[in-house]
């Protein structure tokens, strides 16, 4: 799949494979009358990483194999054969959404097989509980037992832990950290489970909680977060059953929140590092603190402390992060600063216990080659920011990996570095565009990343993230449907907030001009049939809705249009130049403009209302073929511009909806959605207009949370793309 050379980048591979995941089976179920399931394929549009890579594992007895989870894109398994990361948990299904987040990992280490993962993204009371899923066969297949609290991978702390870990007294003894619930400990493998009473914390529902857990000889340490400073935050238990406070550990801001912690078995010392806040964000103060086991004794060894002075004279704040002990050569340590800004953080190596220190950045050669977004606009990447995990091979001391808010990097020989990210894709996407002609046949919006103009869909997009200007977040994405060549982009950026492109998306330009709202609630921005006219909608990130605005000269200047819904997505007429639609989801109301956006007036009322997350696509090629995706409402379509809708009957659910290239001998483009049929919500497509849909993903590949946006290719009959919210962009192929 990757052109360049396997010896220079495939770092995580070792001599031995890791085992094959086998295809796991899935029935594609079909509804409507003679409707025949077919067979469909299903991989990511590369783009390689592009989220928070929250820990790495390699297990400590098995070469080449390793773990890797993250905040919201589920967990990884390393295939040393193929030198490739294979996703673990593409089973989750929509009802599921809330567990793609995986707060911990824990592996056994006299059992290779077994494999255990702790999900859960969030905590607030919208999210459902956490689950543990356990395997016997290093995540091929998997048992799950539902916890009665939650979890939260994608929360402050993300990058803590581990907070899963099998006893090293008893492989049947698992234990698990909460949030708010205090610890949690399972005598059966992780079927079961049960809160520790025994445990010093007190749960807080506001808190951190248990931050991380490492097994130290037969002995368990757990961390916990929710210290002002002064009172213990380490503490330990040697038969299981009895915990106590770790004597004499260091306190204070430096060292309020423990965050990771290794233990050197041969040197019989413990590691953690401490930071003023759980982080990945507002921590300024922190520490490496490490612990003599056999004596007691605890001596600071932090490579640099917090506070000095940047080199462009700003405050040197960060806290500590990672923390990896070389198996092979005791008193060799990698521990990384983290939410280092100015200065932007580092890996600091010991070899002498950490008597001294080196800064692996100092040194650093980085190539991004395989992964161009990685400067995200600038010359050179940076070494990394939310650096919270950071692992040593035990069988190569100079292979080290770490992640950060990007990407995960790895080096051989502790100077050149790479990206290590092949097969993990954790973008969350917002918005796709399949161009009818060009050289490329996906345009994609993401959160973080911006657009990318994708000329293959199997290496990650050459040109890096669209510039001049530069996104963090894209906010909308619209082609002019009778002049494909012009493309428009609107996101959160510093140095402007929209953006044309006169080539199909390949360069582009800023607009001249932009409303003075755009900078702080850049929303959707839509384009008439021929590119002449541009609507933007503004919508704060905290939900406050402001009036859209109407440009005719390319982004030059703007004029409000009252008559707009505030907060409304802008959609264009494919076929008529002077038509514009809107729907109000306030009042359940489609309005319409007639001249090219200047009015709207009302046309069809009493829709659905009352979530913003409802959708109108207007069919490529046909003049007012509007269809509305209502989530649990269901599925209309109006044929006469908005002014009047019917409930399309073969669907009772419809989250969102796009077209693509008709089947051979049909008058109507292939429609797909995402929406339920039957007791499922799942992708379906339809080759009649709507009347019968065939399932065409199965119950292997389901990514969660699906419901943002879907696209077919108007060049390729059956091919589709699917945002996900974490596992990247998926795009299916009949086979």
């Not at 035990?394 to 080290?400: E, I, L, T």
Request: charge should be neutral.
């Amino acid at each position: 799949m990757f052109a360049s050379r396997m010896s220079r980048r495939a770092v995580l591979a070792g001599t031995a494979a890791a085992a094959a995941v086998p295809l796991l089976s899935g029935r594609a179920q079909a509804a409507g009358a003679g409707a025949t399931a077919p067979s469909y394929r299903w991989r990511n549009a590369v783009v390689g990483g592009t989220g928070f890579v929250t820990g790495v594992l390699f297990h400590p007895s098995v070469r080449g194999l390793a773990y890797a989870r993250t905040d919201i894109g589920g967990a990884y398994r390393w295939d040393d054969r193929a030198a490739r990361w294979i996703p673990l948990i593409d089973h989750i299904g929509w009802d599921d959404w809330n567990l793609l987040g995986v707060e911990a990992i824990a592996v056994d280490p006299v059992h290779p097989e077994r494999l255990y993962l702790a999900l859960g993204t969030y905590t607030q009371s919208w999210a459902g509980n956490g689950t543990v899923l356990r395997s016997e066969d290093r995540g091929a297949t998997w048992s799950r037992s539902d916890l009665t609290v939650k979890l939260g991978a994608n929360e402050d702390g993300r990058g803590a832990g581990e907070r899963l870990l099998v006893d090293p007294r008893d492989s049947d003894v698992l234990w698990l950290g909460t949030r708010h619930d205090g610890l949690l400990k399972s005598t059966d493998r992780g079927a079961t489970w049960a809160a520790v009473s025994a445990f010093p914390g007190i749960p807080n529902a506001g808190g951190q909680g248990v931050t991380l857990l490492v097994a130290v000889g037969r002995c368990v340490y757990a961390g916990w977060g929710d210290g002002d400073g002064s009172s213990p935050n380490l503490f330990r238990t040697a038969d299981g059953s009895t915990w106590e406070a770790v004597p004499h550990q260091p306190s204070g801001a430096s060292a309020k929140v423990p965050i990771r912690a290794a233990y050197d078995c041969h040197a019989r010392e413990l590691y953690v590092t401490y930071a003023d806040a759980p982080g990945p964000n507002g921590q300024a103060n922190g520490s490496v603190h490490k612990l003599a086991t056999s004596s007691g004794k605890w001596t600071e060894v932090t490579p640099v402390k917090p506070g000095g002075t940047a080199g462009d004279g700003s405050a040197d704040t960060f806290g500590y992060g990672g923390v990896a002990v070389d198996a092979r050569r005791p008193g060799t340590v990698v521990v990384s600063t983290n939410n280092r800004w100015a200065a932007v953080d580092t890996l600091y190596r010991t070899t002498d216990g950490g008597r001294s220190w080196t800064s692996l950045k100092d040194e650093a050669v980085l190539d991004v080659s395989e992964t161009p977004f990685l400067t995200f606009g600038a010359e050179q990447p940076k070494f990394g920011w939310w650096i919270q995990a950071v692992a040593v091979d035990p069988y190569d001391s100079r292979h080290v990996v770490y992640g950060t808010g990007a990407t995960l990097y790895g080096t051989r020989d502790l100077v050149h570095w790479a990206p290590r990210i092949r097969g993990l894709e954790e973008t969350s996407v917002r918005q796709l565009i399949s161009p009818p002609v060009g050289e490329a046949h996906l345009i994609s919006g993401s959160g973080d990343i911006g657009v990318l103009y994708h000329e293959r869909l199997t290496a990650s997009p050459s040109r890096g993230m669209a510039t001049n200007p530069v996104f963090g977040s894209a906010t909308g994405l619209a082609q002019a449907a009778g002049r494909p060549a012009y493309v428009v982009r609107t996101g959160w950026g510093d140095n402007g907030n929209g953006a044309y492109s006169n080539d199909g998306g390949r360069t582009w330009a800023p607009f001249a001009g932009q409303p003075s709202i755009a900078h702080d609630a850049p929303g959707p921005i839509a384009t008439n049939a021929d590119g002449s006219v541009l609507l933007w909608s503004f919508v704060h990130w905290d939900g406050t809705k402001y009036p859209a605005h109407r440009s005719a000269d390319n982004g030059t200047t703007w004029t409000e249009i009252s008559s707009f819904p505030k907060g409304a997505t802008p959609v264009a007429d494919p076929a008529d130049p002077t038509l514009f639609y809107a729907y109000d989801t306030d009042t359940g109301t489609l309005l319409a403009s007639t001249d090219s956006g200047r009015s709207f007036t009302v046309r069809a009322t009493g829709l659905p209302s009352g979530d913003s997350q409802f959708k109108v696509v207007a069919a490529p090629g046909r003049s007012g073929d509007l269809w509305l995706s209502a989530k649990g409402n269901g599925l209309f379509r109006s044929v006469d511009g908005g002014a009047t809708f019917a409930k399309v009957d073969s669907c009772w659910a419809s989250y969102t909806l796009g077209f693509g290239k008709a089947a051979d001998g049909a008058d109507y483009p292939a429609v797909y959605q995402v929406g339920s049929t039957e007791s499922s919500t799942a992708v379906y497509r339809s080759d009649d207009g709507a009347r019968t849909w065939v399932r065409i993903n199965d119950d292997r590949h389901q990514w969660g949370y699906i419901g943002d946006v879907i696209v077919g290719d108007p060049r390729i009959h059956g091919r589709v793309y699917l945002a996900t919210n974490g596992r990247g962009i998926q795009y299916g192929e009949p086979v």
